[in-house]
């Protein structure tokens, strides 16, 4: 088992990329927290969890409220004292036909990226603790290269994950903490899509695509699980050689 006895926090766990995260993570045998705002959604998920054998629970999480971060992280360290694995993958679509509505610019900015920030921030603080840690922050195409039909506002967002995500990396690489982010390319629409989620628009976005079909959420979820895994581990873990690697093969 790849995460056996890690603490996961998986972020808008109850819908799509998240929850098969979620799933897969807790067949691999991590403990995972699914966060979001759709508790409905997130309840009946950890059921389907823990009823084929799993080890989940729900916790109730605005990803772009500070208070309800510092809950989850006093609950977090109350109930395990650590935290392996975060997933930052909350996000919202900016899908409109408006390229330059404000509204949606400071919507996305505020759920995608101070979101993300926030998870960071809180998080960092219990891995740092404990000297080790893995976060894996969930980017996208958008977040490195310009689309016609994407509002900039989502790019931005994006953008500023993947950023941000190099910023803590180096920050944070000496306290024995990997932080990486994933950038999947067009997958089955996202529950806050509109316009994108149309099936003639998707016919004009898989132009873009060279394999002319959209991404399985388990394939994203397989590249999160490996970097959350200790098969991505650089530093934690890891015999440094002792002559800076010259040697090593
Ligand atoms: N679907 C795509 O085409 C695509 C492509 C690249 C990247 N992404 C990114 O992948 C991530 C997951 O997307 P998805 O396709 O699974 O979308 P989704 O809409 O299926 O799932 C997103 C989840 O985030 C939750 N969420 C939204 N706002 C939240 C908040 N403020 N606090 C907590 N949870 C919140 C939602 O309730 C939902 O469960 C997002 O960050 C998205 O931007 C999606």
Redesign the pocket.
């Known amino acids: 088992m790849r995460l056996k006895d890690k603490v996961s926090l998986i972020?808008?766990?109850?819908?799509?990329?998240?929850a098969a995260e979620a799933r897969l993570f807790s067949n691999e045998g991590s403990h995972v927290i699914l966060?979001?705002?759709?508790d409905v959604?997130g309840q009946k998920l950890v059921e389907e969890i823990t009823q084929s054998g799993g080890s989940a629970e729900y916790f109730h999480?605005?990803?772009?409220e500070e208070s309800n971060w510092e809950k989850l992280m006093q609950y977090l360290k109350s109930e395990f004292g650590k935290l392996d694995v975060l997933v930052n993958?909350?996000?919202?679509?900016a899908s409109s036909p408006d390229l330059l509505d404000i509204e949606i610019f400071d919507n996305v900015i505020k759920?995608?990226t101070r979101?993300v920030f926030l998870g960071m921030k809180y998080c960092l603080g219990l891995m740092s603790d404990n000297g080790a840690g893995s976060i894996v922050n969930?980017?996208?195409?958008?977040g490195m290269v310009g689309q016609s039909y994407v509002h900039m506002g989502y790019s931005g967002s994006?953008g500023a994950v993947r950023l941000m995500t190099k910023s803590a990396a180096i920050q944070y690489a000496e306290k024995g903490i990997r932080v990486n982010s994933v950038?999947?390319?067009?997958?089955?629409?996202?529950?806050?899509?509109e316009m994108t989620a149309d099936p003639e628009f998707r016919k004009i976005m898989l132009e873009d695509v060279p394999m002319r079909r959209v991404g399985l959420?388990e394939e994203v979820a397989n590249a999160v699980l490996f970097l959350a895994s200790n098969e991505a581990s650089y530093i934690t873990g890891a015999e440094l050689p002792v002559d800076g690697g010259l040697t090593a093969r």
Request: aromatic residues 0%; hydrophobic residues 35%; glycine residues 14%.
């Open positions: 972020t808008g766990a109850s819908n799509g990329m998240g966060a979001d705002i759709q959604l999480l605005d990803v772009t993958n909350a996000g919202i679509s759920v995608n979101g969930i980017s996208s195409i958008s994006k950038h999947p390319g067009v997958m089955p629409p996202m529950t806050t899509s959420v």
